[in-house]
């Protein structure tokens, strides 16, 4: 039984101190991030600014370029083949 006191103790010095060891390493790490220096300038024009020159914006149909799929009779495989084929070099 006094053993087990022992190994419990010790168990608990050692969660403790990891605690210790993670607060005294993180907390200074914590402290010093707020006084991280800001972001640099932006490339471009900065977004919050009303008066800035946009693109103008022009309309395309969603349908452009639209081929309909609808099942054909079936053509002369031949045919259809001869017509997709390269052309023979003499």
Known sequence: MRA??????VRHFWRRR??????????PMLLVQGCAISPGPQAGADPSDAAARV??????SVTRGYESRRPVEPAPW?????????EQKP
Do not use: I, Q
């Open 55 to 60: 693109p103008t914006s022009s309309y395309r």
């Open 78 to 86: 031949r045919e259809r083949n001869d017509s997709v084929a390269p």
């Open 4 to 9: 087990h006191r022992v190994v419990r103790s």
């Open 18 to 27: 990891g605690a210790l060891l993670w607060l005294a390493v993180s907390g």
